[in-house]
């Protein structure tokens, strides 16, 4: 009796209580689940239930194949499974070591909390290069060689995709707090509980084609609005309405576009009420409404967390719709009050707090939501303790983002809202199809924290998250008194300029204490000065000339967002997504794509006034400011002033180099 059978469009083993599925999820890729339990859960969790492909399965008394397009994958009668491409080169090898090591690839192994901890592994490359899987705090855009945390914590997100030099992509379809190696010798998978194995792999010549793929799978972003390609301004935190419509007022005096004023946190009287503290914030219809006739947009902060003195905690906690613990208190979180969170994972949860939004805000003129704590962040990170509606969250626990955006996604889009984004501090895989905009957390103010968030940038996008963005000059502190500090800001600015969303935020110095006596809102401390003439006159020329270049630049935008709406093809990627047989490019991690036509060459050095700028084959090149052309495949020493970082237009591009020199 075979070990195979082919059940439908899909390649079945069964053995020894173990069932392993394969089948086609798409084109040019194969979904592939496994479980010791007899059947399978059906989850598709990051996956949408796209029309499959009809697979080619050959059943043999040793080995079985299936083969879906470019992808292929046999398994021999000892359960060992290999993908292979159209050429039959191998691209991901189980490492199954039998005699005398005895150690399997698919390792399950029963836990307390009744499911299984699993340890997936695969044979390793060396020369392998891999990129993607989230945002992490590091300088590395090749994570080869990296051991990540899988869990999401403030500034870290775990999307665990990734794209390989090899001519494949890799879906990690579980939401459980693990971690994955990819060393020398093994490349290895943990997940902490679950009671199934469940990836995704595409095979395909191009990581274009690989991210097209893998984008049909979990879902393409909306169109982003041209709202949000604009300017953002965004401090911690204006205290009051008149404070905010100062700032708003200025920028229309000084004739500077604004798209976005942001109300910060703590605008509320008590956590988890969802509404203006109206001593301070005294008609917020009025406010949107004057904001809105000077083309701005007010965007308001949300927390998913719920004080106990909320008028909201009484019914939520009654109706079940609040992270629980399996011990202890529910003290989740401290921030000025004890607080717990909302479960995202309740579909009730997600319908009480949008409606309490609408009512509150959306009533009120506002349309644009921040989304934040969205990990969330927890007072201690003990993922097992933690229990959501869907499961206990060392199991489902980064699945909590993807439903934060998809409760305001939905709601908004009930009241009949179309182009819908919303700011969010943390994601998971298919986080894009909700309006997810992205953002690199509480970062520090410093030149390093910049280098990273370049490679952290690059990294969301090979994720499968198209829209992404930083606080300018980082978040925590930054005296604007300063003088290389004031630099940061520049050149985070500039870099800014070119990223999906152009997003001025910060907790600056001088720090303002909360009034002792203050109630509602007005327990929460705020910043200094956050504006862009808040760093000198020089400084506030350049960043102002970089807000118009970004106007000019919509036309531009408004392409290369469509194509990420259409396609799925993020905005900013590394240099070989656009040059992929052009080898130098895959090992380049400080020059950027913006859009097919722009090559942007960030500074990310206190002093730096000039830096190596390589060009990609098959291209040449102009220098957008001087028109001065370079071939493709060489390089330069290029020219930084303050004024600017060093960008190109590919020659006969889709972009009009006479913007940079209006």
Not at 25 to 38: F, I, M, Y
Not at 88 to 113: H, S, Y
Not at 146 to 159: D, G, P
């Amino acid at each position: 009796m075979s070990l195979f059978r082919k059940e439908e469009n899909a390649l079945i083993r069964f053995f020894n209580s173990e069932i392993v599925r394969i089948e086609p999820w798409g084109k040019n890729s194969l979904r592939v689940r496994a479980t010791p339990e007899g059947r399978f859960s059906n989850k598709n969790r990051a996956l949408l239930d796209i029309n499959k492909e009809k697979a080619d399965i050959v059943i043999g008394e040793e080995s079985a194949t299936i083969i879906n397009g470019n992808a292929k994958a046999t398994i021999d009668s000892n359960g060992k499974i290999t993908i292979y491409n159209q050429q039959d080169k191998i691209m991901l090898e189980e490492a199954l070591r039998l005699q005398p090591l005895k150690t399997p690839a698919r390792f399950f192994k029963a836990n307390l909390l009744g499911k299984y901890q699993l340890t997936m592994s695969f044979e390793s490359d060396p020369n392998e290069k891999i990129f993607g899987m989230g945002q992490y705090q590091q300088p590395y855009l090749n994570i080869k060689g990296c051991t990540l945390e899988m869990a999401h914590r403030n500034s870290q997100a775990s999307v665990p995709f990734f794209v390989s030099s090899r001519g494949y992509g890799f879906l990690w379809n579980l939401p459980a707090i693990g971690e994955a190696t990819f060393a020398k010798n093994i490349t290895k998978f943990k997940a902490e509980s679950t009671d199934e194995l469940d990836y995704l792999i595409i095979v395909a010549d191009t990581p274009a084609e690989i991210m097209e793929a893998y984008m049909e799978a979990v879902g393409k972003p909306p169109m982003m609005p041209e709202l949000a390609m604009g300017f953002w301004q965004s401090k911690l935190r204006y205290r009051t309405q008149d404070e905010l419509m100062a700032v708003a007022r200025k920028y229309k005096e000084l004739g500077v576009p604004l798209s976005v004023i942001v109300c910060d946190f703590f605008h509320w009287p008590h956590q988890g009420d969802f509404r203006f503290d109206y001593d301070y914030w005294q008609d917020p219809e009025a406010m949107t409404k004057e904001l809105r006739e000077m083309g701005t947009e007010l965007m308001v902060s949300v927390w998913p967390t719920i004080e106990f003195e909320s008028e909201n905690y009484r019914e939520m906690l009654e109706k079940g719709m609040l992270i629980r613990n399996d011990r202890g208190p529910r003290n989740h979180t401290e921030f000025v009050h004890p607080s717990t969170y909302y479960d995202t994972t309740n579909p009730e949860a997600r319908k009480f707090v949008w409606d309490t939004i609408k009512k509150n805000y959306y009533d009120k003129g506002v349309k644009l939501f921040w989304l934040d704590e969205a990990e969330p962040e927890y007072l201690l990170y003990d993922f097992d303790n933690h229990r959501y509606y869907e499961g206990n969250c060392a199991e489902v626990g980064n699945i909590y983002p993807v439903e934060y955006a998809r409760g305001f996604y939905e709601g908004l889009k009930s009241v009949g809202e179309k182009d819908i984004i919303s700011l969010v501090r943390c994601a998971w895989a298919g986080s894009a199809k909700y309006g997810a905009l992205v953002w690199s957390g509480d970062i520090m103010p410093t030149f390093e924290a910049l280098r990273c968030q370049v490679s952290a940038g690059l990294n969301m996008a090979m994720s499968g998250i198209p829209w992404w963005t930083t606080d300018i000059g980082g978040f925590d502190s930054g005296d604007p008194a300063e003088d290389d500090y004031k630099e940061l800001v520049v050149r985070w600015f500039e870099y800014a300029t070119f990223c999906p969303v152009l997003r001025l935020h910060g907790y600056r110095m001088p720090y303002i204490p909360a009034d002792e006596n203050a109630k509602g809102g007005g327990q929460c401390y705020t910043g200094g000065d956050n504006e862009i003439w808040s760093y000198g006159e020089d400084n506030f020329e350049i960043m102002k000339n970089h807000i118009f270049l970004r106007q000019r630049m919509k036309p531009y935008i408004k392409k290369i967002m469509e194509l990420a709406h259409k396609k799925g093809t993020p905005p900013m990627r590394p240099l070989f997504y656009d040059y992929p047989s052009d080898k130098a490019t895959w090992d380049i991690d400080d020059q950027f794509m913006f859009g097919d036509s722009l090559l942007v060459c960030p500074i990310m050095e206190l002093g730096q006034r000039e830096r190596q700028v390589y060009f990609p084959q098959d291209s040449d090149w102009l220098d957008a400011y001087t028109g001065k052309e370079y071939k493709g495949g060489t390089t330069v020493m290029a020219d930084a002033p303050i004024e600017r970082i060093p960008v190109y237009v590919r020659k006969n591009g889709t972009i009009n180099i006479e913007i940079f020199n209006k």
